[in-house]
């Protein structure tokens, strides 16, 4: 009887850490519908320079709140590249709808690397650029292209378009990519493994598949995970991982 109380208390506990915020986030409306998706702002936010003015290779991770109600769960997350003096961005992406019937889920496209996705404007979750860019956008084309999962996608608990963005991160640990909780389908390891490195290439992450696991490490601290749900720490950045709401800053980091 005893077990049984210590189970069930055990199952309390994670309802309410991992499912209150959560379910609070929905209440906010975290992501409002608005208009029809068809409609929803696309365009770009001025968030990448313009190749005209900025000559220089760059390396740009972005992460938006997806459309609707997703809105109050996850984010969709892409890379947008660019040379040195080259006239426009590649930016590559994956999208679920393109999997079906086969088909490849993994886009590479010119269009606008920092644009609203439907009608969320994105932030910007990783950049680099200066000394060895191009080399490092080399090793990220190779990650892109030795990516297992192409032809799959499955919304929850992965792989989808941030177990895509996760991979690159933990084969490029330059980029010290540290996703937020909304990146819902980032616990999913490439090649269904169940241990790891952390999405930020440091450190190490156990997953069952995308479904319960947890990850240590320098960059993003102290995760707990659970049904595609992120509860953590970031000492470093003095953050509380939460769902629904992401990463909320304990402090100014900017602050003498």
Partial sequence: MAAVRKGFLVILCAVVLFAMPQLLSVALGMSPDGLSWSSARRDATG??????????????????????????????????????????????????????????????????????????????????????????????????????????????????????????????????????????????????????SAVSGRGIQFSLLGLGGFAVSPVEGFELHLLGLTLGFDLDDGALKVPGFGRLEMFDRQAP
């Fill in 47 to 196: 968030l990448s320079p313009s190749p005209d003015t900025h000559k220089e290779a760059i390396i740009q991770v972005f992460g938006a709140r997806t459309w609707g109600w997703r809105g109050n769960f996850a984010i969709h997350t892409w890379i947008s590249m660019k040379r040195a003096n080259a006239a426009n961005y590649e930016r590559y992406e994956v999208i679920g709808w393109r999997a079906r019937n086969g088909g490849n889920a993994l886009v590479s496209s010119r269009s606008a690397p920092d644009n609203h996705w439907f009608g969320n404007k994105p932030e910007i979750l990783a950049q680099y650029e200066g000394p060895g860019t191009e080399t490092l956008i080399t090793r990220i084309e190779k990650a892109i292209e030795e990516y297992p999962h192409k032809y799959e996608y499955k919304v929850w608990p992965g792989p989808n378009s941030n177990s895509f963005i996760a991979h690159i991160g933990r084969e490029i640990p330059d980029l010290e990519l540290d996703l937020p909780p909304t990146a819902i389908g980032k616990d999913f390891i490439s090649g269904s493994n169940l241990l790891g």
